[in-house]
């Protein structure tokens, strides 16, 4: 992708439309997934730690990312993260059945997750 385009985020804008366009929504599935991982991999890189994904109507929803990881790295990094990390796990594949990315906190000393 970064040899193709030079500005991930007009390549990812321009890939909603055109999903838009085709009112395929596997299609649309398939862009948001590679957007939020790019957005994981971007805010695990950067001092403030967080993505801010813009809702369709307008709304806004900001997600802390203290690590993200692959799904073989998982086990290590759920044992070791802290009260205060929010950690992301990629899955295993691009067609891992049941979920794309987990999501893992801390809440009064109990480990949660989204999928």
Sequence with gaps: LAE?????????????QKADETGNPAYCGWVFEFDV??????????????????I????????????????????DAIESFGDEEVLWVKAAAWNQANYDFLRFWRHQGKLQMAA
């Design 4 to 16: 193709k385009c030079a500005d991930k985020r007009v390549f990812f804008v321009k890939s909603y």
């Design 37 to 54: 991982d790019y957005q994981l991999q971007l805010a695990h890189g950067q001092p403030t730690k967080k993505i801010v994904l813009q």
């Design 56 to 75: 369709r109507d307008g709304e806004k929803e900001e997600w802390s990312v203290s690590r993200y990881v692959g799904a073989a790295g998982a086990k």
